[in-house]
């Protein structure tokens, strides 16, 4: 009898032990975790508010989703280098020395601005149909023949500064929900720059896959909360008045758009 209560006994700790490990193991997993998050004002998160004042004209919020993320999942170590504005040479120049071999995880969204994302919209807001076709047309022409080869260098060098990094590339929401009665620029302008954004995304997930790396695709969490849709909002609409935060994701567009796709991604 005191042989089998000993046996019993043990086969009780040993189960509570490996039950104790097996509810440790996330906890161990997130806190090995050192997360850098890159890019421009769509990792920043302009248009979210909640602006950490150190970070100047960078605007990086802590309603963005790399420190939503963050929040979440407790890393070992984060830290958000995402920049208002930022460029691939952005980027390359002044980004990457927040990464090293310690890295595990990086996000990035990148390559708008280089294609004259901002200019365009300007463009389009203020000079009509024809000048707005004409101008997503020419950054399409760049984008094609321009960006395949800038992202190559900047996913090459993020790889050498972060060589044990998981990368995780994010895109750019489709800013119209088409087929609308909707106040503003014409159905034209609207299906054109639409036709732009998902170019870019395409050559953002070819440069991803070619690197290795994960692409994390925001445009159908986004289906539904467009500018003209019948949902709520998730990007905010032309504002003359904060030119800065128009066609840049709400809180709610970093929360429920960027967040998850980036979650999943991250694994």
């Known amino acids: ?45 302009v248009g979210a508010g909640s602006y950490i004042s150190s970070s100047g004209s960078c605007d990086r919020s802590t309603n963005a989703y ?35 071999s310690t890295t595990t995880l990086v996000s990035v969204t990148v390559g708008g601005n280089d294609v004259g994302f901002s200019n365009i919209m300007e463009t389009c807001a203020l000079q ?13 022409s760049v984008a094609q023949s321009t960006l395949p080869g800038l992202l190559n260098t900047t996913y090459n060098n993020i790889r050498a ?11 750019y929401p489709v800013f119209y929900q088409l087929g609308t009665v ?15 954004i998902n170019l870019l995304d395409g050559i953002l997930s070819t440069a991803a896959s ?19 849709g019948s949902g709520t909002n998730w990007l905010h609409a032309l504002n ?6 128009s066609y840049h994701p709400t809180a709610s567009g970093q929360s429920g758009g ?6 999943a991604a991250a694994g």
């Open 1 to 45: 009898m005191r042989s089998t209560r000993l046996v019993t006994l043990a086969i009780g700790v040993a189960a509570a032990t490996a039950a104790a490990l097996a509810m440790a193991a996330p906890a161990q997993a997130a806190s090995a975790v050192r997360y850098v998050a890159l890019g421009d004002s769509y990792s920043s998160g």
């Open 66 to 100: 790399s420190a939503l993320w963050a929040a979440a999942h407790a890393p070992a170590a984060y830290t958000s280098v995402a920049c208002s504005g930022a460029t691939t040479s952005t980027v390359n120049n002044s980004q990457l020395s927040a990464l090293s």
């Open 128 to 140: 009509g149909t024809d000048a707005c076709v004409s101008a997503v047309q020419s950054a399409e």
């Open 161 to 171: 500064h972060a060589p044990n990094a998981k990368v995780v590339v994010l895109d």
């Open 182 to 196: 909707c106040v503003g620029l014409s159905a034209t302008s609207h299906a054109k720059i639409d036709e732009g």
């Open 210 to 228: 070619q690197h290795g790396f994960t692409f994390g695709d925001v445009r159908s969490v986004f289906v539904g909360h467009q500018l003209c």
């Open 240 to 245: 003359f008045l904060d030119i800065t935060e």
């Open 258 to 263: 960027y967040l998850p796709v980036f979650t």
